[in-house]
């Protein structure tokens, strides 16, 4: 079956520009993460949906960023006024339960020049 | 204030040996526990985890190890085979508490060398 999937793969932008990165979850699966991992960091938590409503936003690191879900499945995280240091790659997660481990996609590799 | 902790970034071992890859952690409301595997370019690839209930998980392999009263587990691959080169990552949750997410460590670069 198909696994988690991200696009776009790459994202260049330039700063103070607006960004929406999509993630595709496994099939069934009812909760979804965003993560955003730095370079020689490990994956940094920034929010969780179970179905269409965010359960855990306390990630986010400020107003600029704000993800949607509204049917359950695709989610769009949306970064506003970009900023240099917004370059990171931004996971996505998905999972069937709790207890559960998260499948991750590839990831978005954004860049803001 | 990292909650989970790393603290090797690098380890070598020979093929056919027993790499050892170990994770700290201090918040004891953590009650689930992951390691992921990871290729440079692609996300985090689920290997095996442990629940706090438990002190051993085993899967083909990879071994994982729970010691709740001193927070650390590690990650036992025997043997070690090249294709198992990679970042490793450790994780937890709170999932009893209420708290999906995962909280990461900044990872070990595992070489298993021929």
């Known amino acids: 079956g198909a696994g988690v999937s991200q696009t776009p793969s790459n994202k260049v932008t330039e700063k103070g520009k607006y960004v929406e990165l999509r993630c595709d979850p496994i099939?069934?699966?009812?909760?979804l993460y965003w993560y955003r991992q730095s370079l020689g960091q490990g994956p940094e938590f920034l929010i969780y949906?179970?179905?269409?409503?965010?359960?855990?936003d306390s990630g986010l690191p400020n107003d600029r960023f704000f993800a949607v879900r509204p049917e359950g499945s695709v989610s769009t995280l949306k970064i506003q006024r970009t900023e240099r240091g917004d370059s990171a790659v931004y996971l996505c997660?998905?999972?069937?339960?709790?207890?559960?481990?998260?499948?991750f996609g590839p990831g978005t590799r954004l860049t803001v020049l | 204030d990292q909650q989970v902790k790393q603290n090797s970034p690098s380890l070598s071992v020979q093929e056919g040996r027993i790499s050892i890859l170990n994770c700290d952690y201090t918040?004891?409301?953590?009650?689930?526990f992951l390691w992921y595997k990871k290729y440079p370019a692609e996300g985090p690839t689920f290997l095996i985890s442990?629940?706090?209930?438990?002190d051993k998980n085993e899967d083909g392999r990879f071994t994982v190890f729970l010691n709740k009263s001193a927070k650390h587990l590690s990650l036992h691959i025997v043997p070690s085979q090249p294709g198992d080169s990679a970042v490793y990552f450790c994780?937890?949750?709170?999932?009893?508490?209420?708290?999906?997410?995962?909280?990461f460590g900044k990872g070990t670069k595992l070489t298993v060398n021929p």
């Open positions: 997660a998905s999972s069937s339960t709790s207890y559960n481990e998260q499948f």
């Open positions: 099939s069934g699966h009812t909760a």
């Open positions: 949906f179970q179905g269409t409503g965010a359960a855990d």
């Open positions: 918040n004891s409301m953590f009650d689930y």
């Open positions: 442990i629940s706090s209930i438990k």
């Open positions: 994780a937890a949750s709170a999932a009893r508490g209420g708290s999906e997410k995962l909280v």
